[in-house]
């Protein structure tokens, strides 16, 4: 069974690479009305880009609605449709995005292990001091080997000073050192690294409590931002990400990494459906400029193509 | 998420309906089919090969006879359970060693999936085995990679080699390789930077570090969390590199992991170890079984037939359906029931585990392992003319079988009225289902 089921993944797999639109658009040509294997393709185009089962139905369900509602029967209109029906799930109001020109800001950057984090702060560092801001940075993952070294190269690389202490100090007194520093320099903005950590180890997630705690009473006049970041890769646990890092903080928004790939990171979609955060920045690859603010549209073109 | 919540319920319901013995009709397979699909794709399991699967076990569950001891339902997940595994591979954690050392490991795949953590846990495994292991900073693009695994050597102090970032990594894997036979280190890992597989320049990069040092093993790290591009990523490493297996990291986490599977379907290599925490020592052996009933989610469900099938005499069950069936049902029966499902575990789990049952059912049934052992002496006491016949059991037979079992005459008198409430129940049951099968062995 075994080999069988590999020769015909591996003819699926060539599929793939074809896109999925391709195929959609093959069956939007060949049939004139829309049918059920219209619906099951779009189905499974969605789920094939981690949206999941739960909100691929809602949409699946809310496509078929609208089509009724718009009189859509030719096949032709289905991708419109589609299109709105999932920019409507994502679309970012105004106020969401991230918010480059209040000051004093502080940014807590937290996530798993190999999501990105340090990566996307350099980024986000670099786009503040685009926007005519001091920064200053606080290496508070002092667990992981180097990550403190990879701060500050990134530093360096934005020039931009990095608050740190040596590697497993308290993450909560360097949090507490770049407050203080930030204050007395009067830096504009303040960007703080965390340790990846796994969302179900109850301790390291209580340690990420305690950093919250300092802000609050050190740094109230601060505006708070705190980012998620998660991996476009990362298939419906990354729905549990959210779920966990939001019961013990008050994430204010995502930064989905890694979407110069071929992940699609539809993720998002149920991680909006299910938890409410929207995304705002999206990664798209290794150079210091490759940060952009989320667009809802160009998102779902891309989950699309 | 919700739908897993629940899954286990979902399932049990399923089952619950399902009717019917004999073999499994396509009914059976179709109902318990849709939740073993919903079940791999929450898994994050590729679509496709979700798709595949479903077809190719539902084809040989077609027919197949339903053990006595399992509901149709849970039948198919057995053989479902079964397929799985068998699609994980074999255990096979066994690094190739090269009769002409230095046996050569190379690290490889996507940003962040654990490459530079990985590489020191696995030397770390192997200098435990008698290895003498060199690390080789082969990663020169992500900012204090070279760093990391500097710490990393140092503390589990194993020698890391390094050229700085300047150089070419096709280079300093072939040098690393002069450098582990002047220090007769035997083993050499090289970690390498992450990189995605459609990123044409460094995956040549990669192809030409194979070419120049000939590894032993290309290893595939890959993050137990990735959703359904896992197939796309491991198709593209293995074509390209041809890789010799798969290590998941990251399994410490609560992912249900079904990447494990879409990346062994697509690249037929083994998963050879496992990630599990991060400390350098938390790197376990890969086993398929875990890993299968893991991404089905159904831990609970596959004990139970487990057990249910290790414990399940399928001959007495027959002579036992007989007997009740003829209302020919003794003590010696009755024991023989309480022993069978005292083999499958603490009686409170067990019924736990029995579709239909739930713990507020069970909240109000005193069930206690101790009361076995007791009406176990008790029946043991007994000659084998009271076992048949529990009704010549007079006064003084019982005092006899009291302080024989080192119990009490109202502790007897408590048994035999059990014993004869079974059997009127299990008379009933059997007029109900008209001559039906009696499902579990001690139901």
């Known amino acids: ?305 | 998420m919700a739908v897993f919540e629940s899954l286990s319920d979902k399932l049990q319901n399923t089952f619950k309906q399902l009717t019917g013995r004999g073999k499994l009709s396509e009914k059976d397979i179709k109902e318990a089919m849709r939740e073993v699909k919903l079940a791999l794709l929450e898994a994050d399991v590729n679509f496709k090969i979700v798709k595949q699967f479903i077809k190719d076990v539902s084809e040989r569950a077609n027919g197949s006879e339903v053990m006595e001891s399992l509901t149709p339902g849970q039948q198919v997940i057995k053989i479902v359970n079964e397929e799985l595994t068998k699609l994980m591979g074999e255990t096979n954690s066994k690094i190739n060693i090269s009769s002409k050392p230095p046996t050569v490991i190379m690290l490889v795949g996507l940003q962040g999936a654990g490459k530079t953590t990985t590489g020191g846990k696995l030397g770390n495994l192997l200098k435990k085995q008698g290895k003498s292991p060199l690390l080789v900073a082969g990663d020169i693009y992500r900012p204090a990679a070279i760093k990391q695994l500097q710490v990393v050597g140092e503390s589990l102090d194993i020698p890391v080699f390094t050229m700085g970032d300047q150089i070419d990594p096709v280079d300093i894997a072939k040098a690393s390789i002069n450098q582990a036979n002047k220090n007769s280190n035997d083993l050499v890992i090289i970690d390498t930077a992450g990189r995605l597989h459609i990123d044409e320049n460094l995956m040549d990069e990669l192809v030409q570090i194979k070419k120049a040092i000939v590894p032993d093993e290309i290893l595939l790290v890959v993050d137990a969390m990735t959703g359904q591009d896992a197939v796309n990523v491991a198709e593209s490493f293995n074509q390209q590199l041809g890789l010799t297996g798969v290590i998941l990291t990251k399994l410490d986490g609560d992912t249900r992991g079904g990447a494990a599977l879409s990346v062994r379907a697509v690249t037929g290599k083994p998963i050879k170890f496992i990630g599990v925490g991060e400390k350098l020592n938390d790197f376990e052996e890969f086993y398929p079984d875990r890993m299968a009933s893991r991404i089905l989610g159904m831990g609970d469900v596959l004990t139970l037939i487990e057990k249910a099938q290790e414990n399940f005499d399928e001959e007495k069950a027959k002579k036992l359906q007989k007997k009740i069936k003829n209302q020919e049902l003794d003590l010696d029966d009755f024991l023989e029931q309480m022993q069978q499902m005292k083999n499958m575990g603490p009686i409170s789990d067990l019924m736990g585990m029995i579709p239909g049952m739930n713990n507020k059912a069970l909240k109000n049934v005193n069930l206690d392992d101790r009361d076995l052992i007791k009406v176990e002496a008790i029946i043991q006491s007994m000659t084998k003319k009271e076992r048949k016949n529990p009704g010549i059991l007079n006064g003084s037979r019982k005092k006899r079988v009291a302080s024989g079992s080192g119990t009490t005459v109202p502790d007897v008198n408590r048994l035999v009225k059990q014993f004869e409430q079974t059997k009127k129940m299990m008379k009933q049951m059997n007029q109900m289902s008209k001559g039906g099968k009696i499902k579990m062995p001690f139901m």
């Open chain 1, 1 to 305: 069974m075994i080999k069988s089921l590999f020769a015909k993944l591996t003819d699926g797999l060539n599929k793939t690479k074809h896109g999925f639109t391709e195929r959609i658009d093959q069956l939007i040509n060949n049939y004139g009305t829309i049918d059920e294997e219209l619906l099951e393709e779009i189905e499974e185009v969605l789920i094939t880009a981690d949206v999941g089962m739960n909100t691929t139905m809602k949409v699946i369900e809310e496509l078929r609605e609208e089509l009724k509602e718009r009189k859509v029967i030719e096949s032709i209109g289905i991708k419109e449709v589609l299109k709105d029906v999932l920019i409507n799930h994502i679309a970012l109001e105004e106020e969401s995005m991230v918010d480059y020109e209040t000051t004093p800001q502080i940014i807590l950057v937290i996530g798993v292990n190999g999501v990105g984090k340090t990566t996307s702060i350099g980024k986000i560092a670099n786009k503040f001091k685009k926007n005519g801001k001091s920064v200053l940075l606080a290496a508070g993952d002092t667990f992981r080997a180097a990550a403190i070294d990879q701060l500050k190269v990134w530093g360096n690389r934005v020039e931009i000073d990095v608050i740190a202490q040596q590697e497993g100090s308290d993450p909560a007194s360097v949090i507490y050192d770049g407050i203080q520093a930030a204050k007395s320099r009067k830096t504009d903005v303040l960007i703080c690294d965390t340790a990846g950590r796994l969302h179900n180890k109850k301790n390291l997630i209580m340690e990420l409590h305690k950093v919250f705690k300092i802000v609050e009473r050190e740094y109230p006049e601060a505006k708070r931002e705190v980012l998620l970041v998660l991996d476009a890769t990362t298939g419906q646990n990354a729905i549990n990400q959210a779920k966990n890092f939001k019961e013990v903080a008050d994430i204010t928004g995502i930064v989905l990494t890694k979407l110069d790939g071929t992940a699609k990171g539809g993720a998002i979609l149920a991680i909006k459906d299910e938890v409410d955060i929207p995304v705002k920045l999206v990664g798209l690859g290794e150079s210091v400029e490759d940060l952009e603010d989320f667009d809802g549209e160009t998102f779902v073109n891309a989950l699309l193509s």
